[in-house]
C-alpha cells in the first residue's frame, strides 16, 4: 500500500487533488482522500458589507 | 510544436477510408487542424491563481469579427464590428473574401498561441501536468516563454495549492513566481490578476487595532492581490513591466489584440507574422509607450494602424464613448433600474467616467449581439476592471 | 428572464464539460498541446519535446488508455484483414424503427443496406462479418474525426448560447444587469428571435450529436457505466441524490408550496426534494420531508457542515456541526497531507433524522429526483435510441488485455428502453443525465422565450426591499448542482453572517465526523476502482502515477472548486415567519438578501 497524489486534477474549475491510497497487488484504490486546494475567504469579505452588494461579490465566487 | 500541413494531409489521407465525414466536413477538420506553422512561437504557459473561472468562460468566447474591409493601404479587408482577425495578419495583402471567417477560442489554441499549460483545458493531469510547471520553472531558458495569469494571488501558499510533483507541493505564490520572474512576458489577465480584484477585497472580520478577527479567530484569512511588478523587473522580460488587462472578467478581445501586439512587435523569432517593414507593425518601444502607469496597455496598435482610428482599450474613459453619452448631455437619467428613458446612469452609481476599459469600444458578447455591454442595457458600471473593485467602486443604487 | 439567463448559463455549461472537459479522458485529443502529452505517452522524453506523429497511435501497446475507435488514424490497414472487423458500423435489430432514429451523419438504414448486411435481431455478426468483410470495411466510422469535429464546434455553439443569455442582461458570465429586485434591461422582440435562433442551433447540437456521443463513450467504455455492465459501473457513489430544484414558472404566481414533481403549468422544472438508495425513494419537500432552511427535524431533512476534515477552527463551545444560519468560518491550515484535516471544502450533509447522510448533486440529481432519467433508461417516459457494444471474443470489454487484432466491437442501436436496465448510478450515467439535461432545459428555454415575448411591455425591475435584523436564505440549482447562500442581517441591513453552501461542497467535501466520504470519495472507491496503469503497472516509466481512471470518475461530477456559479439569484419567495423566531420574512422576489 502506498499513498500517491493526484494534484492537480485538472480539466475542472479551480483547484482540486486526490490523494490515493492504492493496493500494489491488485491496483485498486482503497482509500481516498478529496482536496479542495484553494481558499478565497468569500464569507469573510462579505462581513458588515451592507446586503445589497452581495449580488455583485458573489457573482465572482 | 505544431504539427505540419503536410503531416497533418498525410494523417487524413490514411484516415481517408473512415469516411464517417463528407469531403467538406473533413476539409474543414483540415483546416482547423493544420494552419502552416509559424517561423518560430513562444510557448505560453496560463496559470490560474485563485480564480473564479469568469476569466476562461469569457476567453472561451472570444470572438474577432468578420475579415474582409479596406484599410488605410487599400487593402480589401472587411469587418463588421471594427477589429481585424488575428488570422488575417497571417497574410497581408490578401485579397477580399479569401479568409473569411472570425477568430474564436479554437483559432488562438491552434494557431496563435502554443499554450503548453492551462489547467481548465489541458489533456494531462497530475504529475503529468504538473511535471510541465516543474519543466518551466526549473530546466527552460529564462525569456523562452510567455505566461498569462490569471486569477489574485494569494499571501500565502496554502491558500492556493496547484500541484505535486516529484514528491513535492507547488503552489501560488511560490513557484509561480519563480516561473513568472523566467518569463519572456508576463500577462495579468483580469482584475483579479491585474488589482486584486474580488478575493483582495476587504475582509471585514479582520480588526487591525486588535490584531484579532471577530468571533475571537486568530488566524488571517486569505489576503491576497495582484500580480507584483518585481515579477517583471529583470533580464528575461522584454517589457519590463507588467501588461494588465482589467475588467472582471478580463476581455477577451482585448486580451487577444494584446497578445496580437506584442507577437508582432516582437517579430517573427516569437511568432509575428508580419514582415518587417509592414505599415501594421508596431515597435517594441510603441509597444511599451502603449502601457500607462498601471500596465495597461491603452489603445489595439495594429488594429489602430490598420484603421487609421484610435482602437482604445484603456487609454479612455467609458463615459466618452458611452451609447447614453448623448442622453448625458441633454441631462436625461435613469431614474430607477430599468427606466424606460435609457437615460446616464449616473445617479444609479454609476462609474464611468473614472473608468478606463475597452468595455464600450469592444463591447461584451460580440457574436450574437451588437448591443451587450452594461453600460447599454441599463446597468451603472461598477468600476470591474478598476483599481479598487469593488470597495472603491461599488456604488449601486437601489431606487 | 431569470430562467433564460441561468437557463443559458446551464446548456453552455453542460456542453463545455462533456466536450472540453470531460472527452479527454476518452478520446485523444488533437496531436498538440495543450491537449499533449496524452496519457501513456510511449516515450519517456514526455512531455518535454516535440511530439512526433502519429505512426504509433495504433499499435498495440501505445495509448491504451483510448480505446481504438477513439484514437487518430483509426481504422488503418492493420486492422481491416479478412474477416475481422473493429468498429463495426451500428446497425438496428429486428424490429427496431431506423427512419425515426435521426442521428445526423449516421445514416443507418442506408448504410446497413449498402454493406449488404441483414437486420436479424441476433447478438450474432460473426456471419455478417465472414460473409461481408469488404463492406464492412467501407461502412466503419471514424468516431475520432467525428468527435474532434463536434469538439471544435461545441467551442462555438456553447459561445453562442451563453451570449445569448448575456444579451439579456449585461453580460455574462458576470451579469451586470442582474441585480436585487430584477433586470436592468427591458428586452425587445429582436432580442427574443435571436435568441430562439442560437436556442434552436443549440438544441439541434444537443440532441443530433451530444446525446448520441454519450450513449457512443457509455457504450465503448462500457465499465463505467452502470446500465451497460449490468450494474458493476464504476463511479457509483454513494447512491444519494439531492436537488434543491430550480426554474419557476415565471407565469405562475411565486409560491412557497409546489416543489414537487415537476408541473410545467404550475411548479418548476425540476422538484425539491432527495432519493435514498436504501429505501429506493424520493422525497419532496411539498410533504414535509426536506428543508435547507433547519438543520433537521425527526420528520423533515435539514442542512448542517462538519469541518473536522476541513481547514478551519472551531470556536470552544459553538462546534460544528452547524446549519449555516450559525454557521462561521475561521481558516486554519495544517498540512498538505498526513492530517486529519485535508481539504478547504467543509462537509455539508443533510440530517436526516438525526443521522448526517451523504448526498450527491448535480444533473443525476435533479433528473433523478424529478424523475426526468431513472434506472438507466434516458427518456423514462418516452423510447429512445441507445447503443450498446458486443463483442465476439471476449465477455468483458477489458481492452488493456485483449490484443487488439482479436477483438470486435460491434456498436449497435437499438429502439425502446434497455431489456435489462440495472438500476444504479456511475460515471456514464452522470454524463448520460447531464446531456439530457441540457435538452430539458433547452426545449424548457423555448417556452420561457414564449412567454418573455407575451410580456415584454412589463417592467423586469421591481425595486426590492431590503430587510434588517432577518435571515433568510436563497436556494436553487446551478449547473453543477443544489446551491443555497444563507445571510443573517443586523439592524442596518448589513451582513452579519454570511455562509454559501455550493454544489461542489456537497459532491467534493471530505469525510464527516462519522467518517463518511463525501461523494466524489465513494464514487472513486466503488466498485473496486483499479488503476491499469500503463503497460500494466501503475507509473509511467518517469515513475508518475498515470490515474486516468480516477479523473474519469472525477470528472463525472463535473467539479468546480471556485464554482462557477454566476448567477445566484433566488426565483422563489420564501416566507420564514417561524412564530415569534427573529427570522422573519424574505424580501420580495428577486434575490435572497434581506
Known amino acids: 500500500m502506498a499513498t500517491y497524489h493526484l494534484d492537480p486534477v485538472n480539466r475542472i474549475e479551480g483547484h482540486l487533488g486526490v490523494e490515493l491510497t492504492v493496493d500494489d497487488g491488485t491496483s485498486a484504490v482503497t482509500d481516498v482522500r478529496v482536496k479542495?486546494?484553494?481558499?478565497?475567504?468569500?464569507?469573510?469579505?462579505?462581513?458588515?458589507?451592507?446586503?445589497?452588494?452581495?449580488?455583485?461579490?458573489?457573482?465572482?465566487? | 510544436m505544431r504539427i505540419t500541413r503536410r503531416q497533418f494531409i498525410k494523417f487524413i489521407s490514411a484516415t481517408a477510408a473512415a469516411m464517417g465525414l463528407n469531403q467538406l466536413e473533413l476539409e474543414k477538420v483540415a483546416e482547423v487542424l493544420a494552419k502552416p506553422s509559424a517561423l518560430g512561437t513562444l510557448p505560453v504557459l496560463w496559470i490560474q491563481n485563485q480564480v473564479c473561472g469568469g476569466c476562461i468562460t469569457a476567453f472561451a468566447g472570444v470572438f474577432a469579427g468578420e475579415v474582409d474591409y479596406t484599410d488605410i493601404n487599400g487593402d480589401n479587408i472587411y469587418d463588421t464590428t471594427g477589429l481585424v482577425q488575428a488570422k488575417a495578419l497571417n497574410s497581408p495583402g490578401y485579397t477580399a473574401g479569401s479568409n473569411a471567417s472570425s477568430s474564436t477560442v479554437d483559432d488562438v489554441l491552434l494557431d496563435v498561441i502554443d499554450l503548453k499549460f492551462m489547467n481548465v483545458i489541458m489533456g494531462p493531469a497530475g504529475e503529468l501536468a504538473a511535471s510541465i510547471l516543474d519543466y518551466y520553472e526549473n530546466t527552460a531558458a529564462g525569456g523562452s516563454f510567455v505566461v498569462i495569469i490569471d486569477g489574485t494571488i494569494p499571501s500565502e501558499d496554502k491558500y492556493c495549492g496547484l500541484g505535486y510533483v516529484a514528491g513535492q507541493e507547488i503552489a501560488s505564490p511560490s513557484n509561480v513566481e519563480a516561473i513568472a520572474k523566467k518569463a519572456a512576458l508576463v500577462i495579468a489577465y483580469g482584475t483579479c490578476a491585474s488589482f486584486g480584484g474580488v478575493p483582495a477585497a476587504m475582509n471585514r472580520k479582520y480588526d487591525a487595532v486588535s490584531g484579532r478577527y471577530e468571533g475571537g479567530m486568530t488566524t488571517t484569512a486569505a489576503f491576497a492581490g495582484p500580480v507584483p511588478d518585481d515579477w517583471a523587473a529583470n533580464s528575461y522580460n522584454l517589457l519590463q513591466k507588467v501588461v494588465r488587462i482589467p475588467t472582471c472578467p478580463g476581455h477577451p478581445e482585448a486580451l487577444l489584440l494584446t497578445v496580437v501586439d506584442a507577437l508582432e512587435a516582437l517579430g517573427s523569432a516569437y511568432g509575428g507574422r508580419l514582415p518587417s517593414g509592414h505599415p501594421w507593425k508596431p515597435t517594441v518601444a510603441e509597444l511599451v509607450a502603449n502601457i500607462d502607469s498601471l500596465g495597461r496597455p491603452k489603445k489595439s496598435l495594429v488594429l489602430s494602424k490598420a484603421l487609421?482610428?484610435?482602437?482604445?482599450?484603456?487609454?479612455?474613459?467609458?463615459?466618452?464613448?458611452?451609447?447614453?453619452?448623448?442622453?448625458?448631455?441633454?441631462?436625461?437619467?435613469?431614474?430607477?433600474?430599468?427606466?424606460t428613458r435609457q437615460g446616464c446612469l449616473q445617479q444609479l452609481g454609476c462609474q464611468g467616467p473614472s473608468v478606463y476599459t475597452p468595455c464600450v469600444s469592444l463591447k461584451w458578447?460580440?457574436?450574437?449581439?451588437?448591443?451587450?455591454?452594461?453600460?447599454?442595457?441599463?446597468?451603472?458600471?461598477?468600476?470591474?476592471?478598476?483599481?479598487?473593485?469593488?470597495?472603491?467602486?461599488?456604488?449601486?443604487?437601489?431606487? | 428572464m431569470r430562467n433564460l439567463i441561468l437557463g443559458a448559463e446551464f446548456m453552455m455549461s453542460h456542453m463545455v464539460h462533456f466536450y472540453a472537459l470531460a472527452a479527454l479522458d476518452y478520446v485523444m485529443g488533437p496531436p498538440m498541446a495543450p491537449w499533449t502529452p496524452y496519457f501513456d505517452a510511449p516515450t519517456s522524453a514526455e512531455p518535454l519535446v516535440a511530439y512526433t506523429y502519429p505512426d504509433t497511435y495504433q499499435s498495440p501497446n501505445a495509448h491504451r488508455y483510448y480505446h481504438p475507435v477513439l484514437r487518430p488514424g483509426f481504422p488503418t490497414s492493420t486492422y481491416t484483414s479478412a474477416g475481422l472487423v473493429i468498429g463495426q458500423l451500428i446497425q438496428p435489430s429486428a424490429g427496431d424503427d431506423t427512419t425515426n432514429i435521426v442521428i445526423p451523419g449516421y445514416d443507418f438504414a442506408s448504410a446497413a443496406s449498402a454493406a449488404g448486411l441483414t437486420i436479424d435481431g441476433s447478438s450474432n455478426y460473426s456471419s455478417a462479418a465472414a460473409t461481408n468483410p469488404v463492406e464492412e470495411v467501407n461502412q466503419q466510422w471514424s468516431i475520432w474525426s467525428r468527435v474532434i469535429k463536434d469538439y471544435v464546434d461545441a467551442l462555438q455553439v456553447r459561445r453562442r448560447i451563453l451570449e445569448a443569455g448575456g444579451m439579456l442582461c449585461g453580460g455574462l458570465p458576470m451579469f451586470r444587469g442582474l441585480v436585487a429586485g430584477g433586470v436592468t434591461y427591458n428586452p425587445t422582440s429582436s432580442d427574443i428571435s435571436t435568441f430562439s435562433s442560437v436556442l434552436q442551433e443549440y438544441t439541434e447540437f444537443t440532441s443530433g450529436r451530444y446525446i448520441p456521443l454519450t450513449e457512443i463513450v457509455a457504450a465503448i467504455y462500457n465499465e463505467y457505466d452502470n446500465t451497460n455492465n449490468y450494474g458493476s459501473g464504476y463511479g457509483a457513489g454513494c447512491g444519494n441524490l439531492l436537488a434543491w430544484g430550480a426554474f419557476?414558472?415565471?407565469?405562475?404566481?411565486?409560491?412557497?408550496?409546489?416543489?414537487?414533481?415537476?408541473?410545467?403549468?404550475?411548479?418548476?422544472?425540476?422538484?425539491?426534494?432527495?432519493?435514498?438508495?436504501?429505501?429506493n425513494t424520493i422525497y419532496y419537500q411539498d410533504d414535509g420531508k426536506v428543508d435547507p432552511g433547519i438543520s433537521g427535524t425527526s420528520n423533515t431533512a435539514g442542512v448542517v457542515e462538519y469541518i473536522n476534515s476541513s481547514?478551519?477552527?472551531?470556536?470552544?463551545?459553538?462546534?460544528?456541526?452547524?446549519?449555516?444560519?450559525?454557521?462561521?468560518?475561521?481558516?486554519?491550515?495544517?498540512?498538505?497531507?498526513?492530517?486529519?484535516?485535508?481539504s478547504w471544502?467543509?462537509?455539508?450533509?443533510?440530517?436526516?433524522?438525526?443521522?448526517?447522510?451523504?448526498?450527491?448533486v448535480g444533473p443525476l440529481a435533479r433528473m433523478w429526483v424529478s424523475q426526468y432519467y431513472n434506472s438507466g433508461a434516458p427518456y423514462a417516459h418516452t423510447p429512445h435510441a441507445y447503443l450498446k457494444a458486443y463483442t465476439l471474443t471476449s465477455a468483458s470489454n477489458d481492452l488493456t488485455s485483449v490484443p487488439l487484432a482479436a477483438t470486435h466491437i460491434y456498436l449497435v442501436l437499438h429502439n425502446q428502453d434497455k431489456p435489462s436496465a440495472t438500476p444504479g448510478f456511475s460515471a456514464m450515467d452522470r454524463h448520460r443525465a447531464r446531456a439530457q439535461e441540457a435538452l430539458k432545459v433547452a426545449s424548457a428555454a423555448a417556452i420561457w422565450l414564449d412567454q418573455l415575448s407575451s410580456?415584454?411591455?412589463?417592467?423586469?425591475?421591481?425595486?426590492?426591499?431590503?430587510?434588517?435584523?432577518?435571515?433568510?436564505?436563497?436556494?436553487?440549482?446551478?449547473?453543477?448542482?443544489?446551491?443555497?447562500?444563507?445571510?443573517?442581517?443586523?439592524?442596518?441591513?448589513?451582513?452579519?453572517?454570511?455562509?454559501?453552501?455550493?454544489?461542489?461542497?456537497?459532491?467534493?467535501?471530505?469525510?464527516?465526523?462519522?467518517?463518511?466520504?463525501?461523494?466524489?470519495?465513494?464514487?472513486i472507491l466503488s466498485n473496486n476502482l483499479k488503476i491499469k496503469g500503463y503497460a500494466g503497472k501503475a507509473f509511467d516509466d518517469q515513475n508518475r502515477l498515470v490515474p486516468v481512471e480516477v479523473l474519469r470518475v472525477v470528472h463525472s461530477f463535473d467539479p468546480c472548486i471556485a464554482c462557477t456559479v454566476h448567477v445566484v439569484t433566488k426565483k422563489e419567495k420564501e416566507d420564514r415567519e417561524c412564530g415569534g423566531s427573529k427570522r422573519g420574512k424574505v424580501c420580495r422576489e428577486g434575490v435572497k438578501l434581506r
Open chain 1, 36 to 61: 479542495s486546494m484553494m481558499y478565497r475567504g468569500f464569507e469573510n469579505i462579505l462581513y458588515k458589507r451592507h446586503q445589497k452588494e452581495a449580488i455583485t461579490i458573489v457573482q465572482r465566487i
Open chain 2, 308 to 339: 487609421g482610428v484610435n482602437v482604445w482599450l484603456y487609454g479612455q474613459p467609458i463615459h466618452l464613448a458611452c451609447p447614453r453619452l448623448p442622453k448625458y448631455n441633454l441631462g436625461v437619467f435613469d431614474r430607477y433600474f430599468g427606466d
Open chain 2, 365 to 399: 458578447n460580440r457574436e450574437v449581439s451588437s448591443n451587450t455591454t452594461c453600460v447599454a442595457q441599463g446597468a451603472p458600471c461598477v468600476g470591474c476592471g478598476a483599481p479598487g473593485f469593488p470597495d472603491r467602486t461599488l456604488n449601486l443604487q437601489y431606487k
Open chain 3, 248 to 279: 419557476n414558472n415565471p407565469c405562475a404566481t411565486p409560491s412557497t408550496t409546489g416543489w414537487g414533481m415537476p408541473n410545467s403549468l404550475n411548479k418548476r422544472l425540476f422538484a425539491r426534494g432527495y432519493y435514498l438508495s436504501s429505501t
Open chain 3, 311 to 342: 481547514w478551519y477552527a472551531d470556536v470552544p463551545g459553538a462546534e460544528h456541526p452547524r446549519h449555516p444560519f450559525d454557521g462561521y468560518t475561521d481558516p486554519s491550515y495544517t498540512s498538505y497531507s498526513g492530517s486529519p484535516k485535508y
Open chain 3, 345 to 360: 471544502a467543509k462537509a455539508p450533509r443533510l440530517m436526516i433524522n438525526g443521522s448526517p447522510t451523504v448526498m450527491e
Open chain 3, 455 to 523: 410580456v415584454l411591455a412589463q417592467p423586469a425591475y421591481t425595486t426590492p426591499t431590503f430587510g434588517t435584523s432577518t435571515s433568510g436564505f436563497g436556494s436553487h440549482e446551478a449547473p453543477r448542482g443544489a446551491l443555497a447562500h444563507y445571510l443573517v442581517t443586523d439592524a442596518g441591513g448589513n451582513i452579519q453572517n454570511y455562509q454559501c453552501v455550493v454544489p461542489s461542497t456537497w459532491n467534493d467535501s471530505p469525510a464527516d465526523a462519522a467518517s463518511q466520504p463525501g461523494p466524489i470519495e465513494q464514487a
